[in-house]
C-alpha cells in the first residue's frame, strides 16, 4: 500500500459526459501528480500541482482539468469525454516538487467511456 | 511525448533464471526509477537512483544509474512466480538550468512471464 488513495477504482460513462476523479495523496506529501495509461500511449505525464498551485503541465487536453484544494487532496476533472479517453488514470505523490523527489502512485481509476 | 527506450519489450523465463532489462535515453535524467505494475493495479515502487553510477540493491533486485546519466538497467536474480508483472523504467529529465522537471517520463514497460 503506497499510502495514495484514489476513487472510484471504476467509472463508466458515455461519451459527452462529465466525470470527477480524486486522489489523495500520502501523509506529508505536498505534491500531486495525474498520469494517464492506455494501451497505445503507455504512461503519460498530465500535471503536477504543489502546496495547492499548478507545477507543470504535460499533454492534458484543454478538456481537462485539475486542481489541488488546501487539504491538499486532488481532483481531476474530465469532461466532453470521448470514447479514446478510457484508460487508467493514476495518481501520485511527493514530498516536495523537485525531480529528485520519489514518487508514489496510488491504485488508479480505471475510466470506461462507452 | 518523449519516451525512453526500453528492452526488451517482453521476456518468457523459466524460474530460477535471472532477468536484465534496461533504459536509454537521448537527454540526460536527473533520476532514474524502477516500479513494477501488476494488471489493473498502480506502479509499485522498486528502486529509486539518484547518482550517476550508483548501484543499488533491493532484495534480488539491483539497478544501476548510467554513467552517461542517459540509460538505468535493472537485474532480476534468480527469478520467481511473484515476480511476473509489467516493469517499467522512469526517469526525470533535466531542464535548462540543470534542475529536472517533477514530472516522470516513462519507457513502454518491459511484461515478464516467469514460468514454473
Known amino acids: 500500500d503506497s499510502g495514495v488513495t484514489q476513487t472510484p477504482k471504476h467509472l463508466i460513462t458515455a461519451t459527452g459526459q462529465r466525470v470527477t476523479l480524486r486522489c489523495s495523496p500520502r501523509?506529508?506529501?505536498?505534491?500531486v501528480y495525474w498520469y494517464q495509461q492506455s494501451l497505445d500511449q503507455g504512461l503519460q505525464f498530465l500535471i503536477q500541482y504543489y502546496n495547492g498551485e499548478e507545477r507543470a503541465k504535460g499533454n492534458i487536453l484543454e478538456r481537462f482539468s485539475a486542481q489541488q484544494f488546501p487539504d491538499l487532496h486532488s481532483e481531476l476533472n474530465l469532461s466532453s469525454l470521448e470514447l479514446g479517453d478510457s484508460a487508467l488514470y493514476f495518481c501520485a505523490s511527493s514530498v516536495l516538487a523537485g525531480g529528485s523527489d520519489t514518487q508514489y502512485f496510488g491504485p488508479g481509476t480505471r475510466l470506461t467511456v462507452l | 511525448g518523449q519516451q525512453l527506450n526500453q528492452n526488451p519489450q517482453s521476456m518468457f523465463i523459466q524460474e530460477g533464471e535471472d532477468v536484465s532489462m534496461n533504459c536509454t535515453s537521448s537527454?540526460?535524467?536527473?533520476?532514474w526509477l524502477w516500479y513494477k505494475q501488476d494488471p489493473g493495479e498502480g506502479p509499485v515502487l522498486l528502486i529509486a537512483?539518484?547518482?550517476?553510477?550508483e548501484l543499488t540493491s533491493n532484495g534480488r533486485l539491483t539497478a544501476q544509474f548510467g554513467i552517461t546519466r542517459k540509460d538505468s538497467f535493472l537485474n532480476i536474480s534468480a527469478s520467481i512466480p511473484s515476480d511476473v508483472g509489467i516493469y517499467f523504467c522512469a526517469g526525470s529529465p533535466i531542464r535548462a538550468g540543470g534542475t529536472s522537471y517533477g514530472k516522470l517520463t516513462f519507457g513502454q514497460g518491459t511484461i515478464l512471464t516467469v514460468h514454473p
Open positions: 537512483l539518484y547518482k550517476a553510477g
Open positions: 501523509s506529508g506529501d505536498l505534491s
Open positions: 537527454s540526460i535524467f536527473n533520476t
